[in-house]
């Protein structure tokens, strides 16, 4: 398995197209739809319906706007249910039945990992607008527009140990499909740039728990002082009452972006010394001239105010620039090469220019501080690493 957080071989993936067994996709330039897809978990046991919706909405704009030269983009957006079977189902009726160009402002559980072989078979790119499983960082046919939760992972350790300065932290980790390597090797990312090691790690902590106080009990106990954790929002709401629950409210919570919502902030009384998170795009709770477009448009079609909306506008909003840029007949082959051959896009609200195929490395510090209820920003500027 390649790493996540090793660029080369993204780098690499941005040279020739696979195109064995590819069908054309599209519909030439014969003035009829231009079909787009993606695979989400809108239902299930941990949903990130957001992201396709707010890539709905950029599509719906564009259309209403004229489209390209006319034609409009017929998204069609499929629900996985987090179960394989639906995953690749989905995938082989957008793919194959509908024909669709690209995949584009997915949010899936498990669908990355699943599918990949398959996009590269039939020669479609897909750009989520949240890469979840290991399979959105490792295929040279996806790429994501976020940091992803393991550069997150990286990133949260990092910004514990060497800007907060914290010693004695240990790693929680919920591990779906085959994430655990990948996992690990975040993990060693930190250990490579800073010479530090996790107190212990933990990789026996489920999804969706009704009790985390075990968990939670056995990392005070290991005299932890600072927990970094890759939960769902409705678990690490559990994780941190656990932790209340047994007066535990000297210990520092790294999370990822995943908890990263008003609702939770809202949820959460006692969050000990902080909880810090890298948000993956420009922090969505500040009100500003970076957060404009996307913030109005998704008020306007009443879509929460979430990273995962941003991950779904940016990832949209990255594929229309790239079909604006395509010569001839938007096909499949067409609208891959304009992709893959786009210069890198600069946007204020990620930290990294989007090119396909290149990672994600920066995140903005914010933290949820004991008793506010409020995200804070406690950086002016992305922290970042090398990949």
């Excluded at 990355?112 to 078979?121: F, G, P, S």
Aim: with cysteine; proline share 5%.
């Amino acid at each position: 398995m390649k790493k996540r957080i090793t660029a080369t071989a993204a780098l690499l993936a941005a040279g020739a197209l696979a195109l064995s067994g590819c069908t054309s996709g599209g519909s030439g330039g014969d003035g009829a739809p231009i079909v787009v897809g993606s695979v989400n978990t809108i239902s299930g046991p941990a949903t990130f319906p957001e992201a396709s919706q707010a890539a709905k909405a950029v599509f719906d704009a564009f259309n209403e706007a004229g489209g390209l030269d006319g034609r409009k983009i017929d998204y069609k957006m499929l629900d996985d249910k987090g179960d394989p079977a639906t995953a690749t189902a989905s995938a082989r009726e957008l793919v194959g039945s509908d024909e669709a160009v690209a995949l584009v402002g997915s949010a899936s559980l498990i669908e990355c990992e699943i599918n990949a072989k398959y996009y590269e078979q039939e020669g479609i790119l897909s750009v989520p607008g949240i890469g979840v499983d290991t399979g959105c960082f490792d295929s040279k046919n996806i790429s994501p527009a976020n940091v992803g939760p393991f550069n997150d992972m990286t990133l949260t350790l990092l910004y514990g140990s060497e800007q907060l300065k914290l010693d004695d932290i240990c790693v929680l980790l919920e591990i779906a499909g085959s994430t655990r390597p990948t996992y690990q090797a975040a993990i060693d990312k930190w250990t490579e740039l800073t010479g530090k090691k996790p107190k212990y790690v933990d990789d026996t902590v489920p999804y969706g728990a009704s009790d985390y106080t075990p968990y939670i009990v056995k990392a005070r106990q290991a005299g932890c002082k600072a927990l970094a954790i890759n939960p769902v929002e409705p678990d690490a709401i559990g994780q941190v009452k656990a932790a209340n629950a047994q007066g535990w409210d000297d210990v520092t919570w790294l999370y990822l972006t995943s908890v990263y919502s008003e609702n939770f902030a809202k949820a959460i009384g006692n969050a000990g010394k902080g909880i810090y998170v890298p948000a993956e795009f420009y922090p969505f709770t500040e009100e500003n001239d970076i957060n404009k477009d996307w913030r109005d448009l998704m008020t306007k079609n009443k879509i929460p105010l979430t990273a995962f909306s941003q991950g779904g506008y940016l990832a949209a909003t990255y594929f229309i620039e790239a079909l604006k840029s395509v010569k001839g007949d938007i096909t499949r082959e067409s609208v891959s090469k304009a992709l893959k051959d786009m210069k890198a896009i600069d946007n204020p609200m990620s930290g990294t220019p989007y090119k396909f195929g290149v990672d994600n490395t920066a995140g903005w510090p914010i933290i949820l501080k004991s008793g506010t209820n409020k995200w804070e920003k406690v950086a002016d500027d992305w922290f970042r690493f090398q990949s």
